[in-house]
């Protein structure tokens, strides 16, 4: 049994969650049909927790599992049965399930399994339901012959009571006669939460590499290299996708310049590929050799059998094989290519170093390391679990769409907001960089100390957003200081939102935050830089307005003043609106010119408008890779298109997109660089006009 934890409710809410994903439509629920809400909700989780009991115990798969479940009226107190012929048991459950994780078992619940279980050995089967009477009739046999576990599934955490015990004893005394063949199995909340998150869990990959030109390493862990064909590579690509990079800093970076090199590297000179190529690193849990040749196995191939594979260098590699393996397969078969495999024996910190390690001679970022911090791992399977939503913590993946989840940047930048000192917007501020600074002072530290509720998570980065939007929407109909201030003070006015509305709820569940917070995000922008501008204007008229935000005092300042006259109630007055500036460089010239964006950078499309989503929808879903792209720093054709690999400009392949959908009633023109957005969600465009903005507020200083 698992160690009993404290805090059951979330425990409670999780399992909910995965109660229903995993069993709708899989247990037979026509008998409650007719029932409504609560009374529905209740009978169909009372089952779905004894299936899954039964998963726990033998298991099995989902299926078998629920087609076990007798859970009804006239189930003689047995909620599933579950003959298991393979491994001579069965499983005699009984669920007791529970909104506030306190459910208990009784004495009256231990007589209702005992009688159930004497039916089935005087053969009572008619006195079932017929669900029940048929899986007792096949568990019957295995009751006199093989063994039986009487299983208790509490969502709850108090052990059953002595009386109750008593009488489950009494009938093992009875059964257990002539061989002990029968013993009891509680479950309670804890082992539930755990058996739901261990089914979120991945799978271990398992692989057969085949290699030629080995050698194994002398040392205290199994470590081979060798070569392997590109063909073996992309077919573990092809099987696994991305979850073949687990345990690497970052996941493939999708079409980048360097990638495609590599690819046209593959097909038009694959023999030379193992020159020009660093290879890959493997690790693994387990690894077994089965060598061609007994006498002198080095002067043949062999074949190792790796459990728990994991590259964590050569992520780009592999993809960039697996993608040419499609384009031309004929011509990349005859590549080869160097690896690296240590079996790490399942010791998580020696993969954690090994990894790094591996990775110390290319461009990794601080960010990149943050990634397997242990924090970020329970985020990503507590928000899998209790909201399913989606926690991309990689560089290089990408959020499939903004209402499945949200990215580590995103997250960052809302704790950041969220957290009560304005220091770590003035961090953000000045550069998102400061974001994975660890130490006892740095913001990484400070913000992920202890791991957010899900909820919290998904608050935040709700505000995040919504505040975003309305920013958005007001600078680009304001201009001068209005539009600085909107600008460069987008991380405080977020604070500010969160100071003012509710931070302290974010984590009730009681709180209704869509009416209390973020529907009233849109109104509350316009206030607050209305309120910053005066509070500026009165106190450092002439401090330039982006490094006022990027001061941790000044900022701090700037919060306590605002908030203090949003609790006396004053309004601040309109500014004027400056004369329009002279027509500014174009978006895409302006980025190349600045080299604000590296090359390779991940890019993600997003349709802006109604009849376009409706339009593209279908087609983008038929192959992800089409939503998907990367920057290079061009001037006429600065986006990298995943799917064929080639360069466009924005507008360019937004209209080839269009077309290639079949929308017939398209525009005729389209602003690409809004459609095309980085992976903390801002459009190229918001980052050219932020650095106009910039460009804007440095003249006007210069003129005064």
């Known amino acids: 049994m698992a160690s009993l934890e404290a805090d059951t409710p979330r425990q409670v809410t999780q399992v909910r969650e995965q109660l229903h994903e995993t069993f709708d439509d899989v247990i037979d629920t026509s008998d409650i049909a007719h029932f409504q809400g609560h009374n529905y909700e209740q009978r169909f989780l ?8 039964v998963r726990r115990v033998a298991k099995c798969s989902v299926a078998e599992a629920a087609s076990f479940v007798t859970d009804g009226i006239a189930d003689q107190g047995l909620d599933a049965i579950a003959p298991l012929p ?64 009487l299983v208790i599934a509490l969502m709850g955490t108090v052990e059953p009571s002595p009386p109750a015990l008593e009488v489950l004893n009494n009938a093992l005394d009875e059964f257990n006669k002539f061989g002990a063949r029968m013993r009891i199995e509680i479950l309670y909340a804890a082992d539930f939460h755990e058996q739901i998150h261990a089914d979120l869990r991945p799978a271990p990959i398992c692989l057969e590499v085949r290699l030629d030109d080995w050698y194994k390493q002398k040392g205290e862990l199994d470590a081979y290299q060798g070569s392997v064909t ?16 687990e345990h690497n800093l970052r996941a493939p970076l999708g079409t980048t310049a360097t990638n495609a090199a590599i690819g046209q590297t593959l097909i038009t000179a694959p023999t030379t590929f193992w020159y020009l190529n660093n290879g890959i690193t493997m690790i693994c849990d387990g690894l077994t050799a089965k060598h061609d040749s007994a006498k002198s196995p080095q002067s043949r191939p062999t074949t190792l059998s790796v459990t728990g594979a994991s590259i964590v260098n050569g992520a780009q590699t592999a993809r960039a094989i697996a993608r040419a393996m499609h384009d031309d397969g004929e011509a990349t078969a005859n590549a080869t290519l160097s690896i690296k495999i240590i079996n790490t024996h399942g010791n998580k910190q020696l993969a954690v170093d090994v990894s790094q390690a591996a990775n110390r001679q290319n461009a990794i970022e601080q960010r990149d390391h943050i990634a397997l911090e242990p924090v970020h791992q329970a985020i990503k399977a507590n928000l899998r679990a209790e909201l399913r939503k989606h926690y991309v913590i990689k560089r290089g993946e990408l959020v499939a769409a903004p209402e499945t989840g949200c990215s580590l940047d995103e997250l960052a930048l809302a704790l950041a907001c969220l957290h009560p000192e304005a220091e770590h917007t003035a961090r953000a501020s000045s550069s998102t960089e400061n974001l994975w600074e660890q130490g006892i002072n740095g ?24 505040a975003r939007s309305a920013v958005y929407d007001l600078g680009n109909d304001a201009g001068g200081r209005v539009a600085s201030i909107a600008e460069h003070g987008e991380l405080l006015i977020t604070h500010l939102i969160f100071q003012y509305l509710g931070a302290a709820s974010i984590g009730d569940p009681d709180f209704d935050w869509d009416s209390e917070v973020l529907e009233k995000v849109p109104a509350l922008v316009p ?36 908030l203090e006259q949003l609790a006396d109630g004053f309004k601040a007055p309109e500014m004027a609106v400056p004369p329009r500036k002279p027509r500014r460089q174009n978006t895409v010239p302006l980025l190349v010119d600045r080299r604000v964006i590296k090359d390779g950078i991940a890019l993600r499309f997003v349709a802006q408008t109604e009849p376009e989503r409706a339009a593209l929808e279908d087609w983008l879903a038929g192959d992800d890779r089409r939503r998907q792209a990367t920057w290079v720093n061009h001037r006429t054709k600065s986006i990298l298109w995943a799917y064929d690999s080639k360069q466009y400009s924005a507008s360019g392949l937004v209209s080839k997109m269009w077309a290639d959908a079949g929308w017939d009633d398209r525009p005729v023109s389209n602003q690409g660089t809004m459609r095309w957005l980085l992976n903390d969600g801002q459009s190229l465009w918001n980052l050219a006009q932020r650095i106009h903005r910039e460009d804007d507020e440095e003249a006007d200083d210069g003129d005064s």
């Open 46 to 53: 009372s089952r779905a927790l004894a299936a899954l009991a």
């Open 86 to 149: 393979d491994s001579d048991q069965v499983l005699l459950v009984q669920a007791k399930w529970s909104d506030k994780g306190s459910a208990t078992f009784d004495v009256d619940a231990a007589k209702a399994m005992v009688d159930g279980l004497n039916r089935i050995e005087n053969e009572l089967y008619n006195q079932f339901n017929q669900r029940a009477g048929a899986l007792a009739q096949r568990a019957r046999p295995l009751l006199i012959t093989g063994r039986t576990i």
């Open 230 to 245: 590109a063909e073996a590579v992309a077919d573990w690509f092809d099987q696994h996708g991305t979850a073949l990079f």
């Open 443 to 466: 913001s990484h530290t400070i913000l992920f100390q202890r791991e957010p509720s899900p909820l919290k998570v998904w608050r935040s980065v709700l505000t995040l957003r919504a």
């Open 527 to 562: 206030e607050l830089v209305r309120q910053l501008a005066y509070q500026i204007g009165q106190t450092n008229p002439r401090r330039e307005v982006r490094a006022l935000f990027r001061s941790s005092r000044e900022s701090q300042e700037l919060v306590q003043q605002v």
